[in-house]
Every structure is written in structure tokens, then in C-alpha cells.
């Protein structure tokens, strides 16, 4: 257990709707990560968030945005959901300014099925 | 651009045996960390061992090590005496200042 929750374990939801998926990252740590894990992509990074503020950004469609709240839990939302957005979403946590030093510790992913 | 590649999509070895999985990557970065993460059948992504490209030294973490070698621009895993809980996908993970890039990984079964 690597101390990051993410809720729900399981998300199924058909094309065109939003989903909000949520993160509380380690005691502690102040960056939070998220990426996404497909059959045909692999993992990809998607954004990081550093006590609040975003840090870096990778390959995320503008359909998906991000935030850090003040209790340093953080959500994804998902909107216009298509088929292909199905896939296994992991969040992770950093303990610092999430430079590439800091490991990072992931979360056990949340399941989206779009239908 | 950044790329990480594991050009092994499978591999088997019996229980007790030593295997050693590859990665290499490609960056025009100096400074960079690589990671290797395992993913059981559970689907929890776990930290297995990391390295700073700054240390020469291999990292070596109980059963698991790598051999770093940065000319090469390659990172691999070996595992040693290998255990039927080391069944997983393995990814190898290059990590830059504000990007964080990830094999395709490998499938790795251990045999009893």
C-alpha cells in the first residue's frame, strides 16, 4: 500500500459524459501526478500538480483538466468522453517540488469503461 | 524528443534463476533520473529501484539491480533468484526536470 488513495476503483460511463476522478496523495507529499495507462499507449503522462499550482504538463487533451485543492487532494475531470478515453488512470504523489529526484508513488488507478 | 524503449514485450524464467530485463532510452538531457516500476496482476504500480544518472554506482536494491550505463544511454533490471511473486509487468521509467516518460514494458513470468 503506498499510502495514495484514488476513488472510484471502477468507472463506467457511456460516450459524450463527464467524469471526475479524485486523489488524495502520501501524508506529506505535495505533488501529485497523473497518467494514463492504455493497451495501445502504454503510460502516459498527463499533468503534475505542486501544492496547488501546475508544474508540468504532458500529453493531455484539452477535453481533460486538473486541479490541486488546498487540501492537496486532486481531480481529474474527463469530459466528452469517447471510446477511446477507456483506460486505466493512475494518480501518484511526490514528496516535494516533484522534480525528477523525488519517487514517486502511485496510486491503484481507477478503471474508466466508456460505452 | 524523449523515448524509452524495452524491446523484450515478454519473458520467462524458472524460480530461483537470475533474468535481466532491458531498457534503453534516448534524451539529449544530462541531468535525469530512471526508474523501474513493477505492475502485478493487481495493477498497483511499485517502485523496484531507481537511479540518478549522476552516479556511476548501479543501484542495487536486495534481489534487484541495474546496470546503468550512460554512454549507452541503457538501464537494465536484473533480478536474482527470482520468486513466483516477481510475476508482473515491468516498465522502465525515464525521468526529466518537468517530464516523465515510460517503457512499454515487459512482461515478465516466473516459472515454478
Known amino acids: 500500500d503506498s499510502g495514495v488513495t484514488q476513488t472510484p476503483k471502477h468507472l463506467i460511463t457511456a460516450t459524450g459524459q463527464r467524469v471526475t476522478l479524485r486523489c488524495s496523495p502520501r501524508?506529506?507529499?505535495?505533488?501529485v501526478y497523473w497518467y494514463q495507462q492504455s493497451l495501445d499507449q502504454g503510460l502516459q503522462f498527463l499533468i503534475q500538480y505542486y501544492n496547488g499550482e501546475e508544474r508540468a504538463k504532458g500529453n493531455i487533451l484539452e477535453r481533460f483538466s486538473a486541479q490541486q485543492f488546498p487540501d492537496l487532494h486532486s481531480e481529474l475531470n474527463l469530459s466528452s468522453l469517447e471510446l477511446g478515453d477507456s483506460a486505466l488512470y493512475f494518480c501518484?504523489?511526490?514528496?516535494?517540488?516533484?522534480?525528477?529526484?523525488?519517487?514517486?508513488?502511485f496510486g491503484p488507478g481507477t478503471r474508466l469503461l466508456v460505452l | 524528443a524523449q523515448t524509452v524503449t524495452q524491446s523484450q514485450p515478454e519473458m520467462s524464467v524458472q524460480e530461483a534463476e537470475t533474468v535481466t530485463l532491458s531498457c534503453t532510452y534516448d534524451t539529449s538531457e544530462n541531468n535525469y533520473y530512471l526508474f523501474w516500476y513493477k505492475q502485478p496482476p493487481s495493477r498497483q504500480m511499485i517502485l523496484v529501484i531507481r537511479?540518478?544518472?549522476?552516479?556511476?554506482q548501479n543501484a542495487t536494491e536486495n534481489r534487484f539491480s541495474v546496470n546503468f550505463q550512460k554512454a549507452a544511454k541503457s538501464f537494465s533490471l536484473k533480478i536474482s533468484d527470482s520468486q513466483l511473486g516477481d510475476t508482473a509487468m515491468y516498465f522502465c521509467?525515464?525521468?526529466?526536470?518537468?517530464?516523465?516518460?515510460f517503457g512499454t514494458g515487459t512482461s515478465l513470468t516466473v516459472i515454478p
Open positions: 501518484a504523489s511526490s514528496v516535494g517540488g516533484g522534480r525528477s529526484q523525488e519517487t514517486q508513488y
Open positions: 501524508s506529506g507529499d505535495l505533488s
Open positions: 537511479q540518478e544518472a549522476y552516479k556511476q
Open positions: 521509467a525515464f525521468m526529466t526536470m518537468d517530464q516523465f516518460y
